[in-house]
């Protein structure tokens, strides 16, 4: 609608409501458009655009161990993705994925030292307990501004990040330096008991079937629950939440927690499952990526587990191009090119853009 | 014959999904007032901004006192003298009259000497009867003097094409009759006005000629003298409309609804409600009549508990719900069909069995922490095959219905609720004439069940055919209370501008 009082070169007149097909459509020409971005790119500084891709393929997937380091890749970014989901169904933003994730590994990090002599049944369940609390307490401090007093979460959030990642920091550094560990910023060794089982000779470990599972859950709690019902009343419409009688604060902070809680779980795996110890910048940015992973599928939880393995194997052929001399900054280029083309094709789906090709501005 | 001031010709303009303009013609001669009649949806604000530049015809040509135009901007049409004046204003509130008007001009010409340009507006307004004052800012103005001022910077600009739309849905009886008075004055200078309306009285008031749109289409055009009620409404509608629905006496019972000093605030903390004392009783449409923004919204909300009491008492079946919460309330038998459909009645991106279950989702569609979705399923369908909806995909988002069988859907919801008490806010607000009518047919039969109905309207001929009572609201308060069988629609405007009721109250 052109009601506004200026007019500018584009503007954008509401569609009707999108196809089932476009759903699909969408996020697959979001791919291939961001594939087409990141070729030109490389065509440019003089690369052979298919012959990158096809290592990066063959090193994502073409080889049994690529393949398990996709999927081990990818088990942060599937819980990290349907934490931050449970968030963005709501329309709460939160950024601080990757603060949950590192304060889950603090929570989880804390319980593994605490019980080093304890049998796994006992050590794993707690460190679980322990990632998912700090994970999700850490994700009610911004949570609490933002439901009674309406401070925008996005930048609370993110700002969170920074003090979780220094506060892992001061403790690698410090009071949890392992002394036998020639001055690096790691923790000692965690206890067979505090390492998730992993499948056969490969790196695959249990935070895959928890991941899946979680995404299960969430899905029928979205969608089939009374809690995700008003998740999903919240976040469409606000007024209608309220006209219903939800209370929206208590919500947002239950929410947050949930979602915080998820997050910290990614951390927890990530440790006992791949690096056994807690060290200093043990996640490459899994909370950020996972924003992207979560866009992707629309929100969509078991959409996720498969995002979540793109996403693990763009990282992993990213490695394999590198030896080829192309900069793994490809691999960001490339997530980055998905985002925006995801979001723009939500725009495409929505509206309808029309060029204007006058310049008026009226004031009328 | 003279030279027309506008000639349209097939004008054609398509949304996604609905042929807004289908090959319209339309002309106006210097001195006429041209009424555009249609239903809602019928594409009348389709084509007038098409007019004033703001949309792009897909197909047409338009010419201005016989020159062919084709407007790039809205700049464009005002330069060749198309003035409108929109459904909603275009001013800036922190702003004078003074400014306001010159605001569109001013970009054009050096900076303006501000004592001449409210000297020139004072003229301008004194020579057409359109009072207000320039040195005013925007907000302290009611609904009416912005009107005038948005007349008055067409005018300004030097409009002799002037178009309102829909100029009356926001004035008091007396307010229309002194707006048809200055424009009829205007049309005697030379200018050519277009009044869009829906209200087939008004064009019998005022129009020299008028155009008949139906469905996108212009179905005729007629003179003054081959106008007749009847003919426009079948025109307008096209098939033959009956005027009255047969209201049956109803046996009032006890008190349901009863209100005692009630004060509450608006968005901006202000003062909105200031001392409402009324009851509704079973089986009564209690109409609430006043000018839009006296506090309406306002007493919608308090009632069903989305807006703070400040002082004063709410009885509902003799339990005090004030400030209760609006879950409580839901729970106590108050339904709520809410001003705003679309973000507050219903959510829009969700299908329709969601938005049937968003008032008993807790209780009747639950089962443990686990929705019912069969039930909410066999429901939904009950629901749109009794109150006749056309729905072809209950999953689909329910923003796809039109605005009929959105209404009709909220209405299904929270009559199905079985309410004491129903608070309906223009409840029939953007509706065509057939879905009006059936809006108005749920409401009666609810009455006829004993539920005690409050309805909210800014529709006086509604609020008539409707309620046993009227109260009227102005200012924050009931200003007085009337019968609708001894109403008179003067007094009622009085009491709309705030005079005092005279005389004794007939209860
Ligand atoms: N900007 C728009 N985008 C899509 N559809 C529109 C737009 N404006 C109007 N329409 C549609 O065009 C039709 C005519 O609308 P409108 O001209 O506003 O009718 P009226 O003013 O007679 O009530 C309606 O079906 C309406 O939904
Ligand atoms: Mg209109």
């Given at each position: 609608m052109t009601t506004d009082n200026t007019r500018s070169l584009?503007?954008?007149?509401?569609?009707?409501?999108?196809?089932?097909?476009?759903?699909i459509l969408v996020p697959v020409i979001s791919v291939f458009l961001a594939l087409l971005t990141g070729a030109i790119f490389l065509a440019l500084t003089g690369k052979d655009p298919i012959q990158v891709y096809s290592?990066?393929?063959?090193?994502?997937?073409?080889?049994?161990?690529?393949?398990t380091e996709s999927i081990v890749k990818a088990i942060p970014l599937l819980l990290a993705g349907l934490g931050l989901a449970v968030a963005f169904r709501m329309q709460l933003w939160n950024i601080g994925g990757e603060g949950q994730i590192y304060m889950g590994a603090?929570?989880?990090?804390?319980?593994a030292l605490l019980l080093p002599d304890q049998p796994a049944w006992v050590v794993l369940p707690a460190m679980m307990l322990a990632?998912?609390?700090?994970?999700?307490?850490?994700?009610?401090?911004?949570?609490?501004?933002?439901?009674?007093?309406?401070?925008n979460e996005i930048i609370t959030t993110l700002m969170l990040?920074?003090?979780?990642?220094?506060?892992?920091?001061?403790?690698?550094?410090?009071?949890?330096?392992d002394p036998a560990g020639y001055n690096f910023p790691i923790t000692p060794s965690f206890s067979e008991s505090a390492i998730l089982p992993t499948f056969g000779d490969t790196r695959i470990h249990a935070g895959l079937l928890i991941g899946i599972v979680l995404a299960i859950i969430i899905y029928l709690i979205i969608f089939r629950t009374k809690f995700g019902y008003e998740i999903r009343v919240i976040g469409e419409s606000?007024?209608?939440?309220?006209?219903?009688?939800?209370?929206?604060?208590?919500?947002?902070?239950?929410?947050?927690?949930?979602?915080?809680?998820?997050?910290g779980l990614a951390g927890m795996a990530e440790l006992s499952g791949v690096t056994h110890r807690l060290q200093q910048g043990f996640s490459p940015g899994y909370g950020y990526t996972a924003i992207i992973v979560a866009w992707l599928t629309r929100l969509n939880p078991l959409g996720i587990i498969i995002a979540a393995l793109l996403f693990g194997g763009m990282q992993v052929g990213g490695f394999a191009v590198q030896m080829n001399g192309v900069p793994a900054a490809v691999v960001s280029m490339l997530q980055g090119g998905l985002l925006f083309f995801v979001l723009g094709g939500e725009i495409l789906m929505r509206y309808r853009v029309s060029i204007n090709s006058c310049r008026g501005d009226d004031k009328a | 014959m003279q030279e027309l001031l506008l000639k349209m010709k097939q004008i054609t303009k398509k949304f996604p999904g609905v042929l807004a303009n289908d090959n319209i013609k339309l002309s106006v001669k210097p001195g006429e007032i041209h009424m555009l009649l249609g239903e809602n949806g019928s594409g009348k604000s389709t084509l007038m901004n098409i007019l004033a530049g703001l949309y792009k015809p897909d197909i047409g040509e338009m010419y201005i006192k016989g020159s062919k135009v084709?407007?790039?901007?809205?700049?464009?049409?005002?330069?060749?003298?198309v003035g409108m004046v929109h459904q909603h204003f275009k001013l800036v509130d922190n702003f004078t009259v003074a400014e306001n008007i010159i605001l569109g001009s001013a970009g054009t010409k050096l900076k303006l000497n501000a004592a001449q340009a409210e000297q020139d507006i004072k003229l301008l307004a004194s020579k057409y009867g359109l009072a207000v004052d320039p040195a005013a800012k925007i907000w302290q103005l009611s609904v009416g003097e912005k009107q005038r001022v948005e007349i008055l910077k067409a005018l300004y600009k030097g409009s002799d094409l002037l178009i309102l739309d829909e100029p009356t849905a926001v004035l008091t009886p007396q307010e229309t009759r002194e707006l048809f008075q200055n424009l009829r004055q205007m049309a005697q200078d030379g200018r050519g006005i277009v009044v869009i309306t829906h209200k087939l009285q008004e064009v019998m008031d005022i129009a020299d000629r008028v155009t008949v749109l139906r469905a996108g289409k212009a179905v005729a055009t007629l003179n003054r003298d081959e106008i007749t009620e009847k003919d426009l409404a079948w025109l307008m509608v096209g098939r033959d409309v009956v005027f009255q629905q047969q209201k049956f006496a109803s046996q009032f019972g006890v008190k349901v609804l009863e209100l005692n000093e009630v004060q509450a605030m608006n968005d901006n903390s202000r003062p909105a409600l200031q001392g409402v004392t009324m009851d509704v009783k079973e089986g009564e449409i209690f109409g609430i009549a006043g000018v839009a923004g006296n506090g309406q919204r306002e007493l919608a909300e308090v009632i069903t508990g989305m807006r703070t009491c400040s002082s004063g008492s709410i009885y509902l079946d003799n339990k005090k719900i004030t400030n209760l919460s609006p879950q409580k309330i839901i729970r106590q038998g108050v339904s709520h069909v809410p001003e705003d459909r679309m973000g507050t009645g219903l959510i829009p991106k969700l299908g329709s069995v969601d938005n049937i279950m968003l008032k008993g989702y807790r209780n009747s569609y639950a089962r443990g922490p686990f929705l019912d979705y069969k039930k909410a399923s066999a429901d939904t369908d009950k629901l749109v095959s009794d109150f006749n909806i056309k729905l072809y995909d209950p999953s689909a988002p329910v923003s796809l219905l039109s605005g009929g069988n959105l209404q009709k859907l909220l209405l299904a919801r929270e009559m199905s609720l079985k309410p004491l008490l129903l608070v309906a806010v223009y409840p029939v607000r953007g509706l065509d004439v057939g879905a009006t009518e059936t809006v108005h047919r749920l409401l009666l039969e609810q009455r006829a069940r004993g539920t005690a109905i409050l309805l909210i309207s800014e529709d006086l001929d509604e609020i008539f055919k409707l309620s046993d009572r009227v109260g009227v609201i102005f200012e924050g308060q009931i200003n007085g209370i009337i019968n609708t069988e001894h109403a008179d629609l003067e007094e009622i405007g009085l009491l709309m501008m705030g005079a005092k009721q005279t005389g004794d109250m007939p209860q």
């Amino acid at each position: 609608m052109t009601t506004d009082n200026t007019r500018s070169l584009i503007s954008l007149e509401k569609k009707l409501s999108p196809s089932p097909v476009m759903n699909i459509l969408v996020p697959v020409i979001s791919v291939f458009l961001a594939l087409l971005t990141g070729a030109i790119f490389l065509a440019l500084t003089g690369k052979d655009p298919i012959q990158v891709y096809s290592v990066m393929f063959n090193g994502a997937f073409g080889t049994k161990y690529g393949l398990t380091e996709s999927i081990v890749k990818a088990i942060p970014l599937l819980l990290a993705g349907l934490g931050l989901a449970v968030a963005f169904r709501m329309q709460l933003w939160n950024i601080g994925g990757e603060g949950q994730i590192y304060m889950g590994a603090f929570g989880a990090t804390w319980l593994a030292l605490l019980l080093p002599d304890q049998p796994a049944w006992v050590v794993l369940p707690a460190m679980m307990l322990a990632g998912a609390a700090a994970g999700g307490l850490w994700a009610v401090i911004p949570a609490i501004p933002r439901a009674y007093l309406g401070v925008n979460e996005i930048i609370t959030t993110l700002m969170l990040n920074y003090v979780a990642i220094l506060w892992v920091d001061y403790l690698v550094y410090g009071p949890w330096k392992d002394p036998a560990g020639y001055n690096f910023p790691i923790t000692p060794s965690f206890s067979e008991s505090a390492i998730l089982p992993t499948f056969g000779d490969t790196r695959i470990h249990a935070g895959l079937l928890i991941g899946i599972v979680l995404a299960i859950i969430i899905y029928l709690i979205i969608f089939r629950t009374k809690f995700g019902y008003e998740i999903r009343v919240i976040g469409e419409s606000p007024g209608a939440a309220r006209y219903a009688g939800m209370n929206i604060s208590r919500k947002i902070i239950v929410v947050m927690l949930i979602s915080g809680a998820v997050c910290g779980l990614a951390g927890m795996a990530e440790l006992s499952g791949v690096t056994h110890r807690l060290q200093q910048g043990f996640s490459p940015g899994y909370g950020y990526t996972a924003i992207i992973v979560a866009w992707l599928t629309r929100l969509n939880p078991l959409g996720i587990i498969i995002a979540a393995l793109l996403f693990g194997g763009m990282q992993v052929g990213g490695f394999a191009v590198q030896m080829n001399g192309v900069p793994a900054a490809v691999v960001s280029m490339l997530q980055g090119g998905l985002l925006f083309f995801v979001l723009g094709g939500e725009i495409l789906m929505r509206y309808r853009v029309s060029i204007n090709s006058c310049r008026g501005d009226d004031k009328a | 014959m003279q030279e027309l001031l506008l000639k349209m010709k097939q004008i054609t303009k398509k949304f996604p999904g609905v042929l807004a303009n289908d090959n319209i013609k339309l002309s106006v001669k210097p001195g006429e007032i041209h009424m555009l009649l249609g239903e809602n949806g019928s594409g009348k604000s389709t084509l007038m901004n098409i007019l004033a530049g703001l949309y792009k015809p897909d197909i047409g040509e338009m010419y201005i006192k016989g020159s062919k135009v084709n407007f790039k901007s809205p700049r464009d049409a005002i330069n060749a003298g198309v003035g409108m004046v929109h459904q909603h204003f275009k001013l800036v509130d922190n702003f004078t009259v003074a400014e306001n008007i010159i605001l569109g001009s001013a970009g054009t010409k050096l900076k303006l000497n501000a004592a001449q340009a409210e000297q020139d507006i004072k003229l301008l307004a004194s020579k057409y009867g359109l009072a207000v004052d320039p040195a005013a800012k925007i907000w302290q103005l009611s609904v009416g003097e912005k009107q005038r001022v948005e007349i008055l910077k067409a005018l300004y600009k030097g409009s002799d094409l002037l178009i309102l739309d829909e100029p009356t849905a926001v004035l008091t009886p007396q307010e229309t009759r002194e707006l048809f008075q200055n424009l009829r004055q205007m049309a005697q200078d030379g200018r050519g006005i277009v009044v869009i309306t829906h209200k087939l009285q008004e064009v019998m008031d005022i129009a020299d000629r008028v155009t008949v749109l139906r469905a996108g289409k212009a179905v005729a055009t007629l003179n003054r003298d081959e106008i007749t009620e009847k003919d426009l409404a079948w025109l307008m509608v096209g098939r033959d409309v009956v005027f009255q629905q047969q209201k049956f006496a109803s046996q009032f019972g006890v008190k349901v609804l009863e209100l005692n000093e009630v004060q509450a605030m608006n968005d901006n903390s202000r003062p909105a409600l200031q001392g409402v004392t009324m009851d509704v009783k079973e089986g009564e449409i209690f109409g609430i009549a006043g000018v839009a923004g006296n506090g309406q919204r306002e007493l919608a909300e308090v009632i069903t508990g989305m807006r703070t009491c400040s002082s004063g008492s709410i009885y509902l079946d003799n339990k005090k719900i004030t400030n209760l919460s609006p879950q409580k309330i839901i729970r106590q038998g108050v339904s709520h069909v809410p001003e705003d459909r679309m973000g507050t009645g219903l959510i829009p991106k969700l299908g329709s069995v969601d938005n049937i279950m968003l008032k008993g989702y807790r209780n009747s569609y639950a089962r443990g922490p686990f929705l019912d979705y069969k039930k909410a399923s066999a429901d939904t369908d009950k629901l749109v095959s009794d109150f006749n909806i056309k729905l072809y995909d209950p999953s689909a988002p329910v923003s796809l219905l039109s605005g009929g069988n959105l209404q009709k859907l909220l209405l299904a919801r929270e009559m199905s609720l079985k309410p004491l008490l129903l608070v309906a806010v223009y409840p029939v607000r953007g509706l065509d004439v057939g879905a009006t009518e059936t809006v108005h047919r749920l409401l009666l039969e609810q009455r006829a069940r004993g539920t005690a109905i409050l309805l909210i309207s800014e529709d006086l001929d509604e609020i008539f055919k409707l309620s046993d009572r009227v109260g009227v609201i102005f200012e924050g308060q009931i200003n007085g209370i009337i019968n609708t069988e001894h109403a008179d629609l003067e007094e009622i405007g009085l009491l709309m501008m705030g005079a005092k009721q005279t005389g004794d109250m007939p209860q």
